[in-house]
């Protein structure tokens, strides 16, 4: 594949290290120091302050897009209206009502539109699906997520705390990777329930959000999403009628992945317990990366595609209307 990035913060970074032998051919960022250190990265010439170069280029076949929320459909649209497939990160958009032409688009012409659900490729959770997938829990009851950002001084006054810019706070942030994990695991969800307050941060998005969603066999996903967690936390537990699976940490600031397997013996009492350790350095970027090129090259839609990131935002939308939330786009 020939490869444009488009958005070369931390993220951009993060996906042009996980290029392998795909060629990158274009970095644009409205600063040409970020484009000019990711392209560096893959010994690419080309720079560009200008995100039309990358999408008018011919030769490129693939865009990955990692800009701040407000710009992120607006690129997305563009670059599928120009025959690009696209890898955007979440969520993809402000709102659901966002991500509607690009899914039209896309559709017409026959290109596919990946967003960055990089959590179902840690390992943890790729082992943990494995499980449940193949009755290693028996059938599923419900789930218990929380994740959670220590928290930074000046966070209140970083980009993700304008709602024009971010679309809202904690809940469009972290809670979306917990809406998509729970959806992975249970299907379709309804929101039952849902609460997002600012109790600590002085910005005008929310600073914590609860969740409580269940799906059409009434299994019910508990998620909390908090940047008042003082210490950087992902804790995903997963409840079956013969065990429990929990994953804790994603490595790095949250701690070593693990998962643990407690398994129901036939006369109950204490578990048998089983933990896998993943301390090696985060993958999930490049098994995305791989796994969405095998499906374009297979003309498949892929996993953690652009429905799955408007299902994620519909349940946002309904939360944020609820508590009165409402962000201008």
Same mark, same amino acid.
């Given at each position: 594949? !020939?490869?444009?990035?488009?958005?070369?913060?931390?993220?951009?970074?993060?996906?042009?290290?996980?290029?392998?032998?795909? *060629?990158?051919?274009?970095?644009?960022?409205?600063?040409?120091?970020?484009?000019?250190?990711?392209?560096?990265?893959?010994?690419?010439?080309?720079?560009?302050?200008?995100?039309?170069?990358?999408?008018?280029?011919?030769?490129?076949?693939?865009?990955?897009?990692?800009?701040?929320?407000?710009?992120?459909? !607006?690129? #997305?649209?563009?670059?599928?209206?120009?025959? !690009? @497939?696209?890898?955007?990160?979440? $969520?993809?958009?402000?709102? =659901? *009502?966002?991500?509607? =032409?690009?899914?039209?688009?896309?559709?017409?012409?026959?290109? /596919?539109?990946?967003?960055? /659900?990089?959590?179902?490729? @840690? $390992?943890?959770?790729?082992?943990?699906?494995?499980?449940?997938?193949?009755?290693?829990?028996?059938?599923?009851?419900?789930?218990?997520?929380?994740?959670?950002?220590?928290?930074?001084?000046?966070?209140?006054?970083?980009?993700?705390?304008?709602? +024009?810019?971010?679309?809202?706070? +904690?809940?469009?942030?972290?809670?979306? @990777?917990?809406?998509?994990?729970?959806?992975? /695991?249970?299907?379709?969800?309804?929101?039952?329930?849902?609460?997002?307050?600012?109790?600590?941060?002085?910005?005008?998005? %929310?600073?914590?959000?609860?969740?409580?969603?269940?799906?059409?066999?009434?299994?019910?996903?508990?998620?909390?999403?908090?940047?008042?967690?003082?210490?950087?936390?992902?804790? /995903?537990?997963?409840?079956?009628? #013969?065990?429990?699976?929990?994953?804790?940490?994603?490595?790095?600031?949250?701690?070593?992945?693990?998962?643990?397997?407690?398994?129901?013996? =036939?006369?109950?009492?204490?578990?048998?317990? #089983?933990?896998?350790?993943?301390?090696?350095? %985060? &993958?999930?970027?490049?098994? *995305?990366?791989?796994?969405?090129?095998?499906?374009?090259?297979?003309?498949? +839609?892929?996993?953690?595609?652009?429905?799955?990131?408007?299902?994620?935002?519909?349940?946002?939308?309904?939360?944020?209307?609820?508590? &009165?939330?409402?962000?201008?786009?």
């Amino acid at each position: 594949m !020939k490869v444009g990035i488009i958005g070369c913060g931390a993220i951009g970074r993060k996906r042009a290290l996980s290029l392998g032998d795909h *060629e990158l051919v274009i970095a644009v960022d409205t600063s040409l120091e970020r484009a000019n250190e990711v392209a560096k990265l893959k010994n690419c010439s080309t720079i560009s302050t200008n995100y039309d170069d990358a999408l008018n280029n011919d030769e490129i076949d693939l865009i990955l897009i990692s800009t701040t929320n407000e710009i992120l459909a !607006k690129i #997305t649209l563009a670059a599928v209206t120009a025959g !690009k @497939h696209v890898l955007v990160e979440k $969520p993809a958009g402000r709102t =659901p *009502e966002e991500l509607i =032409p690009i899914i039209e688009t896309a559709e017409e012409n026959n290109v /596919f539109v990946k967003v960055g /659900f990089n959590h179902r490729y @840690h $390992p943890a959770l790729l082992k943990a699906k494995q499980l449940v997938d193949s009755g290693g829990i028996g059938p599923l009851m419900f789930i218990r997520g929380r994740y959670g950002h220590g928290g930074r001084l000046g966070y209140e006054k970083e980009w993700r705390a304008i709602p +024009e810019k971010s679309g809202g706070g +904690e809940l469009i942030d972290q809670g979306v @990777h917990l809406i998509d994990l729970s959806r992975w /695991f249970l299907g379709e969800l309804s929101v039952v329930k849902g609460f997002a307050h600012t109790y600590y941060w002085d910005m005008p998005v %929310d600073d914590n959000a609860f969740l409580m969603l269940k799906n059409a066999n009434n299994k019910i996903a508990w998620l909390h999403v908090s940047c008042t967690e003082w210490k950087n936390m992902f804790s /995903f537990e997963i409840y079956g009628e #013969t065990g429990k699976l929990h994953i804790d940490g994603l490595g790095g600031s949250y701690g070593v992945e693990r998962l643990f397997l407690y398994k129901m013996l =036939p006369t109950m009492g204490p578990p048998e317990t #089983t933990m896998w350790e993943y301390p090696f350095a %985060d &993958n999930s970027w490049n098994l *995305e990366l791989d796994e969405f090129i095998r499906y374009i090259e297979l003309q498949r +839609e892929p996993e953690g595609n652009i429905c799955d990131a408007k299902k994620a935002l519909d349940i946002v939308k309904i939360i944020y209307d609820e508590c &009165n939330y409402r962000v201008n786009v």
